[in-house]
């Protein structure tokens, strides 16, 4: 059984309510005249955008500092 947009925001898992609400607005948009379109669409695309956040590995301090040294290391020896 689907659980109701409303359930999964009460649960507050970011990730999942971001999901929920994508697809609830996927349906309106389905069904939109082209005047609601065009927010629909917006809205659709701006919780895609924060859903690939969530999902970029991050790097930790020690990984920046070793891609930095990495690059001044290939930059002075294309030299």
């Known amino acids: 059984m689907d ?13 999942e309510s971001l999901i929920a609400l994508r697809d609830h607005l996927a349906e309106l948009l389905e069904k939109a005249s082209p005047r609601d379109a065009s927010p629909l669409s917006r809205q659709i695309t701006a919780i895609v955008e924060k859903l690939a956040e969530m999902k970029k590995p991050e790097r930790s301090r020690v990984d920046e500092l070793a891609h930095k040294r990495a690059a001044r290391r290939s930059k002075s020896q294309a030299s």
Do not use: C, Q
């Not at 659980?3 to 990730?15: F, I, M, S, Y």
């Open 3 to 15: 659980k109701t947009l409303r359930a999964v925001l009460a649960e507050g898992d970011r990730e």
